[in-house]
């Protein structure tokens, strides 16, 4: 019933995001991006994207690129995507640094000697 309420909406109408071409242009626009992103990654953001991505104002033109490309369900998966694999990464990478398991001080189950 759903397909048949769109299609009464959307009798012809071609989708031209979803075609290759279309799909193409989304993915480098996205790649851009997010090597703006890694490039960049030292300046402070300043700029707030969907779902909490902050991103410095140097890549302010390729973001309106990026959600200019594509639909904006894609930008949200894509930001919710890199953001993920950035928490991982950083996960990882803070995994060395760590102290090892804490050790908690045992109740002394004997008086000491006195």
Known sequence: MAQEAY???NPD???ADVLSEGRKACY???DAFYACLEKASDKTPT???SVGLLYPSECKGMRT???KHCRASWVKHF???YCRSRRVQRLLDDKDSRPGPLTLPQPYTF???S
């Open 7 to 9: 299609a009464s909406r």
């Open 13 to 15: 109408t071609l989708h």
């Open 28 to 30: 480098n626009a996205r």
């Open 47 to 49: 700029e707030i994207a």
């Open 65 to 67: 690129e990026f959600v």
């Open 79 to 81: 930001d919710r995507q």
């Open 111 to 113: 008086k000491p000697p």
